[in-house]
């Protein structure tokens, strides 16, 4: 197995997003989303949201001219799989970044390894109120 390829490299990288995304690091965000990234959020209510780079880059810089501070870090790691150049992680996270409301998200994220670093493909966000189990 190649040394980019292991669970810890795959928390690293996840570990990088987590920091860059809740600083609202846009241009960080740039070279962590892949070119055809996608990312769906189920909200509580079960309205689906879709953005792709350009949009979801969009969101962040939203709330960073806002005036929003740093997100909640909070993450509980599930699972990580690793199936050649694509990697599958699945944890949950607590932050307002989604709706403006500190919710509970529930993620599956698809990373790639291309360009020698591994890049967010796909997210796929399930938002909870903090209160729901």
Not at 11 to 24: G, K, P, Q, S
Not at 34 to 43: A, G, K, P, Y
Not at 101 to 123: H, T
Request: net charge negative.
């Amino acid at each position: 197995m190649k040394a980019t390829h292991t669970k810890q490299a795959i928390r690293e990288a996840m570990d990088h997003l987590i920091d860059r995304a809740t600083n609202f690091d846009i241009e960080a965000l740039d070279t962590i989303y892949h070119e055809d990234f996608h990312t769906t959020l189920i909200m509580p209510d079960s309205t689906v949201q879709t953005f792709n780079k350009i949009e979801f880059k969009a969101h962040f810089a939203k709330q960073a001219e806002e005036g929003k501070t740093q997100l909640n870090t909070w993450a509980e790691w599930h699972d990580y799989h690793i199936l050649g150049d694509s990697a599958v992680c699945v944890l949950s996270r607590k932050h307002s970044g989604m709706n403006g409301e500190e919710m509970k998200l529930l993620c599956n994220i698809e990373l790639r390894f291309e360009d020698g670093r591994w890049q967010v493909l796909r997210e796929q966000i399930f938002l909870r109120p903090l209160t729901e189990a």
